[in-house]
């Protein structure tokens, strides 16, 4: 079954669309398969087989003899029927590694996330790669204005060119958080402008008991009730580090498990405040964490689709700010998949952290920080991986673009390229012979525009003279006209007008119950 | 022999000169110590061993097929003496494959390079790998002027900043071309320049016959006349891509070698330009031409030091420009470290490769894209490891410190972390606990100074209010202010005043005597 996704190449829909526009687009980015990539190459392996049973033992130790504790009285429920010592009343479970690894064994080692459009369908698991945007940003920035908070059409613009992009597997719809909607009934603004705007694969935060009901309830009218057989959402939950869940991320994962939709479960961690300062406790740590939260949703359902999330990096001393795009995160991105491997679970790490509050060099450096790790490690769910800047708090246009076209890069890079006796073209350099030119060769000419990387603009390659000329600019200035660009080129995927009047009836009917709650006090 | 290098950590020497002055440095990057990175995991192999041999054996093919253009009669004499199919009149060698691996398994597989302060001293080979800055770069850019070319004392600059910053295993000595100077006595100037500024490994450049002869001449009035055993200077040689060497290369690298200095020998394939627009053949072609290449040097001193080289990317075939830093240079990267090691040679690759013009955020994930295979792939010899703007005709301020950061980050990473019964701190995480914080502790604060890598100002860590509050500075900008910092901490390394007389005097002599010719025609 795998090996059909190994190739999985779709037409790309950036192609026909622009076939029935009668013209075809300019930017190589749209060119693109929508493809998910995989690293053909042995993953980046920073612990030797015997530095991470040293680190699985630790994890052991610190479930059975620190504990964990799971804010939520439906949680403790389980872990009492599941045999492990509970403290009711502190909500504390202490977890014996045989009943541990037990349950977490229950978990698939891989499995794929349906899309409305079968074409955009993805698979976790092996060594295949998504990228997901940016999710959760507070701001958003732009060389076109002041840093500000974001708005639902500031959602619904990332959503567009998320799913424009063929390198973006799933268009994302939390990229930044719509302020202008209040929180009780975000999600099902969201959730609309989601199945309105990309076909590609959903998600839907699992937070708390009431958002995943609708969650569900919409998803049921996209896809059929039942709903299919395999996952259709997925949401990502944090430990709220060191060692505690609390009600509304088990509340919201439990609902999402129960329902077999997709549970990515990841420890936040800064070594030095949520864990000792030592990157072996961090990653230690995050692994009891991580093997905790998962083992829960087997209790619940066993054979739920989980994903082991790794998000540790240290803080930086001086400002007491979080550092991302470190060596520190690159370690612990790339020995999380390690960690990820040994328990047969698909791995989430993320793609254009930084701390970098411009699209500047430093976000250029730091990005590549994370990703060049992400993607050698074999990370399966690549989050966050374009638009990133401030530590996670603001989302940019520019930073987006300049993303995409690392994304690009590697899907390009882990294609690696074929050695043949047509390629070596061992004839073409007999005839061409010592100091002779390939430019103008049979060979060189009919690969000329296919054969290498194109860079979309973003990467200037002309001669300093022509970059003078045209204005000297910068990338970021670049990645703006891009933007703009790219979104003016979306259109909407098909939707079924019955789906989107039943979608709207039913968001309008929980709006009205629900517009005066407060779903961060209701689990 | 090589346990001593795996650990070789000197006394970090701006420690004892800031000592000296009563003051500690505070910027991190002058903390750190000398000490060469080892890569501790498995090199990043992008081609398997079938592949590489397929590789092999098409580049034997070109040299028994199509042959090589030798422009230099000394060198063909050298191939006809070694039982080569020679063509004296076209300069053509045909080298049969028994006849170039018996001469290429001459070559050391590691070798030292001596240093004047022996604590600089470094070492070619194994996983060991060393940074290079920029070299040959005609133009010089920073925010505080416009583009223009170099000057000596530019060069200058560029040497007291490598010779003052640990993470910088060379300090170059041609980062930009001194175009104030006479090209005729320029290698002159230049050797005083770097024997008076740096006391780090050195080169000067094996071109023609007289150069060579000069750097010798100078080399033995520093080290000593006959010069130590191990070598004391080296030096890059280019093909003439495809299939060719001239007599200026050959003739600079045989001067070296017969002296039993270090020769890089680096073809320059662009490929559709200088190869066949494949990566395949480019690449092919490109282990022809290195090979052969270092087989010369073997015919006329078995054993000589010699540095298999890499340096192969693709043209852009909308401008016609090369690209650097993109997905087929690191393919190329790391794949000519695999025929390195296949031949047991040392290998040579490149760091801050990139296209961009200024140090923004292309230029720092092209020069990622260039660094991390370079890194990851054990290179030995990283050349051009800081500065490099432009495709290689700029060097710039910024973007050398930008470089710094990454070096010192990459030093960092590569050292890799403990793990331990202290390190895991597992009392630590039982006494704090579910929900605590680790900030406080012992084990924290212990730490917390020297855990983490610490950005050293380029990369900022504020939170967004107050780096708006700084001025909401790029990258580039506080590069700037690092770079003056730098500079002016700078302080001349001790030289016998004997020597430094003796070598004024020689280059005074010889200045008379070479003032008038052009050394480009002189062979």
Redesign the interface.
């Known amino acids: 079954m795998q090996a059909e996704y190994a190739a999985m190449i779709a037409t790309p829909s950036a192609e026909r669309r622009s076939a029935r526009r009668g013209k075809r687009p300019d930017n190589p980015l749209l060119k693109l398969p929508f493809r998910q990539p995989r690293n053909p190459?042995?993953p980046?392996?920073?612990?030797a087989a015997d530095?991470i049973e040293?680190?699985h033992a630790?994890s052991m130790?610190?479930l059975e003899?620190?504990?964990?504790?799971m804010l939520d009285d439906e949680t403790i429920e389980l872990w009492t029927r599941a045999g492990a010592k509970v403290d009711a009343e502190l909500r504390?479970v202490w977890i014996d590694r045989g009943l541990l690894m037990g349950l977490v064994a229950q978990a698939p080692s891989s499995f794929r996330h349906h899309a409305r459009n079968p074409e955009h369908t993805i698979f976790y698991g092996e060594n295949a790669i998504t990228f997901t945007p940016a999710a959760g940003m507070a701001?958003l920035t732009s060389r076109d204005f002041p840093?500000r908070t974001g708005t639902l059409n500031d959602l619904i613009d990332f959503i567009k060119v998320g799913q424009l992009v063929p390198v973006i597997h799933t268009a994302g719809g939390a990229s930044v958080e719509p302020q202008d909607v209040p929180v009780s009934i975000r999600h099902l603004r969201r959730a609309i402008a989601v199945y309105t705007h990309t076909d590609k694969v959903t998600g839907g935060a699992a937070h708390g008991r009431v958002i995943p009901q609708d969650a569900i309830a919409m998803a049921k009218i996209v896809f059929g009730d039942p709903l299919p057989a395999e996952p259709v959402l997925s949401s990502n939950i944090n430990a709220?580090s060191?060692?505690?869940y609390d009600s509304r991320m088990l509340g919201g994962a439990l609902s999402y498990a129960r329902e077999g939709q997709i549970v990515t479960v990841t420890p936040f961690i800064l070594?030095?405040?949520?864990?000792?300062?030592?990157?072996?406790?961090a990653i230690?740590?995050q692994n009891a964490e991580a093997l905790a939260g998962i083992a829960t949703l087997q209790i619940a359902r066993p054979g739920a689709p989980c994903i082991y999330g790794g998000f540790t990096t240290?803080i930086?001393?001086?400002?007491g700010?979080p550092?991302f795009g470190?060596?520190?995160g690159?370690?612990a991105m790339a020995i999380g998949a390690q960690l990820a491997r040994r328990y047969h679970l698909p791995y989430r790490g993320s793609g254009s952290l930084c701390?970098?509050?411009?699209?500047?060099?430093?976000?250029?450096?730091?990005?590549?920080?994370t990703l060049?790790p992400a993607v050698?490690s074999n990370t399966n769910q690549i989050v966050h991986a374009a638009g990133w800047l401030?530590g996670g708090?603001?989302i940019s246009y520019e930073?987006f673009i300049?993303d995409l076209?690392?994304l690009a890069?590697?899907q390009?890079?882990l294609g690696?390229?074929?050695?043949?006796d047509?390629?070596?073209?061992?004839d073409?350099?007999?005839e061409?012979?010592?100091?002779?030119?390939?430019?103008g060769?049979a060979?060189?000419q009919a690969?000329?525009?296919t054969?290498?990387?194109?860079?979309f603009v973003?990467?200037?390659?002309?001669?300093?003279e022509?970059?003078?000329l045209a204005g000297?600019q910068?990338?970021?200035e670049r990645?703006n006209a891009v933007w703009k660009d790219l979104l003016a080129q979306y259109e909407k995927p098909a939707l079924d007008p019955g789906i989107e009047e039943a979608l709207r009836e039913y968001a309008a009917r929980r709006e009205r119950e629900l517009i005066n709650e407060n779903l961060y006090e209701k689990i």
């Not at 930086?316 to 400002?319: A, F, G, L, R, V």
């Not at 690696?416 to 043949?420: L, Y």
């Open positions: 190459w042995k980046l392996e920073i612990l530095q040293h680190i630790a130790r610190i003899e620190t504990g964990i504790d504390r701001y840093r709220s060191p060692l505690r070594a030095g405040a949520m864990s000792p300062i030592s990157m072996a406790a230690a740590q240290n930086d001393m001086k400002s700010s550092a470190t060596p520190e690159a370690w701390t970098a509050k411009a699209s500047d060099a430093q976000a250029g450096y730091e990005t590549m920080w060049w050698m401030d708090l603001t930073k300049l076209e690392m890069m590697f390009h890079f690696g390229f074929e050695i043949s047509d390629t070596l073209a061992l073409y350099i007999k061409v012979g010592p100091g002779g030119h390939h430019f060769t060979h060189t690969r000329y525009t054969e290498h990387y194109q860079s973003v990467g200037d390659r002309q001669a300093w022509n970059w003078e000297a910068e990338a970021a990645a």
